[in-house]
T-cell receptor, first 112, second 114 residues
Framework: GENVEQHPSTLSVQEGDSAVIKCTYS??????FPWYKQELGKRPQLIID?????GEKKDQRIAVTLNKTAKHFSLHITETQPEDSAVYFC???????????FGQGTTLQVKP | DGGITQSPKYLFRKEGQNVTLSCEQN?????MYWYRQDPGQGLRLIYY???????QKGDIAEGYSVSREKKESFPLTVTSAQKNPTAFYLC?????????????FGPGTRLTVT
């Protein structure tokens, strides 16, 4: 079955710096890759997603890139702000299964 | 806020007892999901239902059971057979179980079994 590995587990950056979180997946049939953000004490919320027919997608300060050949995808946050501090989860949806397999999560701390 | 709700927020049980966690949604979503969240392990899928009266096992279904008798409700029972039930449980729903649709999460229930 699908396996999603996420790195790093923790990431600390200075406000204004960029942050990059990387995920690899095992199932080449996976075709949908969302990223969820979970602030402390709150529920996870979708922040961006990408489908397998697209290599990159941007939404203001966040972007996601996908390399299907290498089976990895990454979240890029530019000009980080303290409110970006949260746990970020990547996920992959094995082809047509209707379910998500999540990575282990990355705790991002943005220092003011 | 409405949408998808879980109750209670905190639940305490003695070992050997079954316990049922509630999940309700008023979003008219077809698909519903149960995840378990443990530190350092991300979200692991317990059960999911793509349509009413149907559900499938996820990756860690052992010791859990579900029902989907109504579109808006997807209760999860943690049975005494679950060896390590203490965890944070998250319910989610999606407009459809097809590929590529956002999952909306509930606020979660923290279960402690002693």
């Amino acid at each position: 079955g699908e396996n999603v590995e996420q790195h790093p587990s923790t990431l600390s950056v200075q406000e204004g710096d960029s942050a990059v979180i990387k995920c690899t997946y095992s199932d080449s049939a996976s075709n949908y890759f969302p990223w969820y953000k979970q602030e402390l004490g709150k529920r996870p919320q979708l922040i961006i997603d990408i489908r397998s027919n697209v290599g990159e997608k941007k939404d203001q300060r966040i972007a996601v890139t996908l390399n299907k050949t290498a089976k990895h995808f990454s979240l890029h946050i530019t000009e980080t702000q303290p409110e970006d501090s949260a746990v970020y989860f990547c996920a992959a949806e094995p082809g047509n299964t209707g379910k998500l397999i999540f990575g282990q999560g990355t705790t991002l701390q943005v220092k003011p | 806020d409405g949408g998808i709700t879980q109750s209670p927020k905190y639940l305490f049980r003695k070992e050997g007892q079954n316990v049922t966690l509630s999940c309700e949604q008023n979003l008219n979503h077809d698909a519903m999901y149960w995840y378990r969240q443990d530190p350092g392990q991300g979200l692991r899928l317990i059960y999911y239902s793509q349509i009413v009266n149907d559900f499938q096992k996820g990756d860690i279904a052992e010791g859990y059971s579900v029902s989907r008798e109504k579109k808006e409700s997807f209760p999860l029972t943690v049975t005494s057979a679950q060896k390590n039930p203490t965890a944070f449980y998250l319910c989610a729903s999606s407009i459809t179980g097809k590929v590529g649709y956002e999952q909306y999460f509930g606020p979660g229930t923290r279960l402690t079994v002693t």
